[in-house]
Nanobody
Framework: HVQLVESGGGSVQAGGSLRLSCTHS????????MAWFRQAPGKEREGVAS????????YYVDSVKGRFTISRDNAKNTLYLQMNGLKPEDTAMYYC??????????????WGQGTQVTVS
């Protein structure tokens, strides 16, 4: 069982930046997908960025390309989401997920508790 703990959310003005972190316990596999999702009130959960641990290019939803960067520190078992140029439409609860496929939320086996991002 993998435990995921997100941090780094908060309130920021439009154009500002935040960095989300997701620290997780060790996983039995060397290669698996991790992703950031977000969910705004009344909307479906949306994949934002994904990264294949063990190699591969990151993927981003079109609305965040050029503004968000997903990365991972293997030594710290921590996944990051650097968010620059934040817009009010980025306001949502952000979730870290592990062991799934791309942006298919129902495919992920492990989820964090979420961290709120509010852009005004």
């Amino acid at each position: 069982h993998v435990q995921l703990v997100e941090s780094g959310g908060g309130s920021v003005q439009a154009g500002g930046s935040l960095r989300l972190s997701c620290t997780h316990s060790a996983y039995k596999y060397d290669s698996y997908c991790m992703a950031w999702f977000r969910q705004a009130p009344g909307k479906e959960r949306e994949g934002v960025a994904s990264l294949y641990v063990g190699g591969g290019s990151p993927y981003y939803v079109d609305s965040v390309k050029g503004r968000f960067t997903i990365s991972r520190d293997n030594a710290k078992n921590t996944l990051y989401l650097q968010m620059n140029g934040l817009k009010p439409e980025d306001t949502a609860m952000y979730y870290c997920a592990a062991d799934g496929v791309g942006f298919i939320a129902r495919s992920y086996n492990y989820w964090g508790q979420g961290t709120q991002v509010t852009v005004s």
